[in-house]
C-alpha cells in the first residue's frame, strides 16, 4: 500500500458564524472528502469512488481594540482617542522569535468589513465578496439578511474602540494610517490570533468550549524580548498613543507603546 497524506486550505466567506461573547457555540461546519478513480491515465474528476464525509469544524473571532492616551485622567483613568483609523492585513513571512527583530509582510490587500448600523451599534464584519468598498452589499448569516456598506478601515469614535468580527485563527498586521489629531502614529503591529480549544474529555470528541486568544502582540521592527509578547487570553487589546514629535526609529518601539488586557 502507498500512503497519500493530502492538505488543503479553506477560506471562510461573509456567510460564516461569528464567534462572539455569548455562550452559544456556533461552528462552521466543513466536510472534506476525496473522490478517487483507478485509472492512473485518467485527468477526469474520479470513478464515483469517495472516501467517507470527515466534518471539520471551524470558528470565527473578534479583535477587540482600543485606542487609549499614554496620559492618564486625573482621576487615572484611561482616556479613549477619537480619529485613530486602522487597516488589518493577513500576515505572511513572519519573523516572531525571542532575542530576533520581529519580521512581516502584508499578505495583499487590507481584509474587507462589511460595516453594518443597526440597534446595537456599529459592528465590522469580514467581508470577501467582490463588491468594492464604498458600495452597499447584503450577506446571508444563517437565516438572517445583513446588508451594510464594504470597507477596508474602522475610525474610533469616542470610546475608541475599533473591533474587526469574523476573523479566523492566523497572523495579522494592524496598520494604524490616521493617528488622532496631536498624537503620533504607531508602527504597524504583529498580531497572532489562535484559536483554543476545550473539549469535555479526554477523548477530544466533544467539544465544550472555543475561544480565542492573542499569543503575542508586537510592534514589527522591535526586538522580540523574552516575556514581553503582550499575550492576552482573551481578544481584546489597547494601542496606546503618545503626543510630541515622533522619533526616529532606533530598531525597538520608539514612542510607540503597546499593551494587552483581558
Do not use: H
Request: glycine residues 12%; charged residues 25%; hydrophobic residues 30%.
Amino acid at each position: 500500500f502507498v500512503y497519500v497524506d493530502l492538505s488543503y486550505k479553506a477560506t471562510l466567506n461573509e456567510n460564516a458564524y461569528v464567534l462572539g461573547g455569548g455562550s452559544e457555540l456556533v461552528e462552521n461546519m466543513n466536510n472534506a472528502y476525496l473522490t478517487t478513480s483507478n485509472d492512473p491515465n485518467s485527468d477526469t474528476e474520479g470513478d464515483g469512488t469517495s472516501t467517507p464525509e470527515v466534518p471539520v469544524p471551524v470558528y470565527t473571532f473578534t479583535l477587540d481594540g482600543t485606542k487609549i492616551a499614554g496620559e492618564k485622567n486625573d482621576n487615572g483613568e484611561n482616556v479613549p482617542l477619537a480619529g485613530a483609523t486602522f487597516k488589518l492585513y493577513k500576515a505572511k513571512d513572519v519573523t516572531a522569535e525571542v532575542g530576533q527583530e520581529v519580521k512581516a509582510e502584508k499578505d495583499g490587500d487590507a481584509i474587507k468589513f462589511l460595516k453594518v448600523t443597526g440597534g446595537s451599534g456599529t459592528r465590522y464584519i469580514k467581508y470577501t465578496g467582490d463588491t468594492e468598498v464604498g458600495s452597499e452589499a447584503t450577506v446571508e448569516i444563517g437565516e438572517t439578511s445583513i446588508t451594510g456598506i464594504v470597507v477596508d478601515s474602522i475610525t474610533t469614535g469616542e470610546d475608541g474602540k475599533f473591533v474587526f468580527e469574523g476573523l479566523g485563527a492566523g497572523d495579522y498586521i494592524l496598520e494604524e494610517t490616521v493617528p488622532p489629531t496631536g498624537y503620533n502614529k504607531c508602527d504597524d503591529i504583529l498580531i497572532q490570533l489562535r484559536e483554543k480549544v476545550e473539549y469535555e474529555d479526554d477523548s477530544e470528541e466533544v467539544v465544550k468550549s472555543v475561544v480565542g486568544e492573542i499569543i503575542a502582540k508586537l510592534p514589527i521592527g522591535s526586538t522580540y524580548e523574552d516575556g514581553k509578547n503582550n499575550p492576552s487570553t482573551s481578544t481584546q487589546f489597547e494601542v496606546v498613543n503618545n503626543k510630541g514629535t515622533l522619533l526616529p526609529s532606533t530598531g525597538g518601539i520608539g514612542t510607540t507603546i503597546f499593551y494587552a488586557v483581558g
